[in-house]
């Protein structure tokens, strides 16, 4: 009996990303207790979490705070490809697409 393949961390990111948005104990926060990090997230954070629990490093534990206007950086050195939005059009997106 074989086993399936590993999931690829793209796909992780994508069924987190599903589970998080059909889980209705999450919401949107970017204030503590509650928010930033989980249960609730702002737009950064919940894109931040998902890449960091699907395998990628993009500095999460780390003393630097995260958040859109680091992302780029993190995010590049996480060897996610950055397409200027201009030349990329809806049905360019693809699956794992941010």
């Not at 104990?25 to 894109?47: E, V």
């Amino acid at each position: 009996m074989s086993r399936p393949p590993p999931e690829s961390k793209r796909d992780k990111f994508v069924r987190l990303a599903l589970e998080i948005a059909n889980d209705n104990s999450h919401g949107y926060s970017q204030k503590p207790p509650n928010g930033r990090w989980g249960p609730d997230y702002d737009c950064a954070s919940l894109i931040y979490f998902l890449a960091n629990s699907a395998g990628y490093d993009v500095g999460i534990g780390s003393d630097k705070v995260r958040f859109t206007g680091t992302m780029l950086k993190d995010f590049e050195k996480a060897c996610f490809q950055i397409l200027p939005f201009a030349n990329v059009g809806i049905s360019d997106l693809k699956l794992g697409d941010i």
